[in-house]
């Protein structure tokens, strides 16, 4: 359903005005910079330019730079340790970084803590898992930023997080505590704590890696649902290249703390770039409706040697 | 399957059954705590002479005027005093474990006590004179649990890179250093090693109304400051790094809630010396029997922590009558086998 994959993503589906800055395909190019620019009129909703972040162990993000439409799904994929949580970290507030940020066309750094939580909320790839709270209470800490710092919450607030419920269909869970659920409740449990922050901006931070496929599926569906609904922008890190491509409307691709392609799936996954960067053998396979497969293939010829490929790097 | 559910939908809260218990308890083991001691009191003279002390009631007791003394000037005073002390050591601990998302954090193994017992005892020494009434000795002991909870944390940091074992781990060094010093300034002044050392182990047998009063004010305030972090409390369980993405400024948080929980402590231990135990008991306790949300655990912390201490003073005072104990002996040789047998029963151990 939202395997928008070919080189004319519509527009964003809250807002035409989108739709001409996003009529270009890019390829090789860095496509959020010259993005960014035809979409001049509209800011983006999320906005970095020339982010560098170092912990102090040399760059784990070099010049990295990403301009996301209102309502568009980007997604950030990279084998591990390519910097996506780290981009997801300079999108949230949590991490330190050169460069600019610009949210929903300000600039946060001036933000108090309310204020980016009501503009962005993460769900993390491993929430800590606080014991003794139901999942009512957890749910209830995304409205952290809506309720006064030394108060209790409201009516509205406890409407907010039934509303979460019946979307995510977690009534049944409210009063179990957090750390009885299953990978896949856990899963939308942390994911209706992000939606009641009522946030327009949603980063995800790996939000399959602990689920099966239907589980996966499933979540991801209802993100894309939300997403529809609520007119969410949404930033991604995911591993599933496959899921990647059928749910993002676009991919940048992360290595070594570097965005070294972005654009459209089809145009970002060829099984070159992925053999190249994540030192795997795959094959690319179309899907039949315009998107694209991305399937492991064991390496021929020396089997004992799994990071052996047939296609030599791009 | 989610209708019954949803008018019901609410934040885990205290219910008042589980309240009125551990206010009924507490209230009778200070009953219980008034009527025994080195002279009996009979019940029936005292409850009515309790009652005439309320305003606006005038009920003949009966009670002589020794009685009336003893009632009035040493008993009452003391169990006053322990449940504050209770209280405070109790609030704090549950404080210092939330925000350090910590389950061994308490004033003792964060050097929060070793600190201020390192300072109140320079005090006493520098000045044999000063009554331990006196304002300088809670403002030392307050300054010394402050600068104790800030070096190990800043030991911790550097150490371990701010987790929470490297924390513990600096708060014992550091506990242990704070310790040394005291114990080498007691040694080297041997005029006051008595009394120093007797306010080490903990006592309650100084009391009056004067330190009812001297510790009420700060440990009221203290836990009324920590009360108002209660839903902060239970975002900072989530970690620093997701509860500043739900919107709380951890860093303020944190210091709020630690210089309220020192402040608890400061005051509890200048009062009562050095009364381990209670800090990681009590709130540990509640956690597992009632529920880990703040909003359960802070209050019951103030009931049940007054309700033990004054338990345990009450043993202290009548176990080897008519010498008595000290009262940190009995806090860590009850608690401690309860809290074993407690953790033991429950699979989840300890957790926060």
Known sequence: MSAEVDAHPPATRQDDAHHEARGEAQSDTLAQRSWSRDGASTSPAVEVVGAGVDYGGG???????????????VALLGPNGAGKSTALGVLSGLVRHDGDLRLLGDDPRPWKPRRWATTVALVPQRPIIPPGLTVTDYVLLGRTAHIPTFGVESAADLAAVDHAFTRLDLHTFARRPVLALSGGELQRVVLARALVQEARILLLDEPTSALDIGHGQHVLELIDDLRRERGLTIVAAMHDLTLASQYADRVVLLDHGRAIGAGTPVEVLTAARVAHHYDASVRVVPDGSG?????????RGDPAAPGHHDDPPA | MSAPDRPGLHATRLSPVVLGAAVLALLTMALVSVLVGAADLSPGPVLAELADGLPGVTIDSGLDARASAILWQLRLPRIV?????????SVAGAAYQGVFRNPLADPYLLGAAAGAGLAATLVITLDPSVLPTAVTVPLAAFVGSLAGVALAVLVGRTAGGGGTAGLVLAGVAIASFLTAIQTFVQQRNADTLAEVYTWILGRLTTAGWSEVVQVLVPA??????????????????????????????????RIAVVVAASLATAAAVAVSGLIGFVG???????????????RIVLPLSVVVGAAFMIGADLLARTIVSPAELPIGVVTAFIGAPFFAILLRRNRQGVTM
Not at chain 2, 81 to 89: D, E, F, T
């Open chain 1, 59 to 73: 760059p784990v993000l070099v010049d990295f730079s990403l301009a996301v439409a209102a309502g568009e799904w």
């Open chain 1, 291 to 299: 998107g694209i497969v991305v399937v492991p293939m064991r390496p």
């Open chain 2, 81 to 89: 005093l322990g449940a504050i002390v209770g209280a405070s050591l």
């Open chain 2, 220 to 253: 009221a305030g203290s836990i009324a400051v920590i009360w108002l972090h209660r839903r902060t409390l239970d975002v900072l369980s989530v970690g620093e790094d997701e509860a500043a993405t739900l919107g709380v400024d951890a860093r303020g948080a």
């Open chain 2, 280 to 294: 990681i008991v009590v709130p540990h306790v509640i956690r597992l029997t009632v529920g880990a949300s703040y």
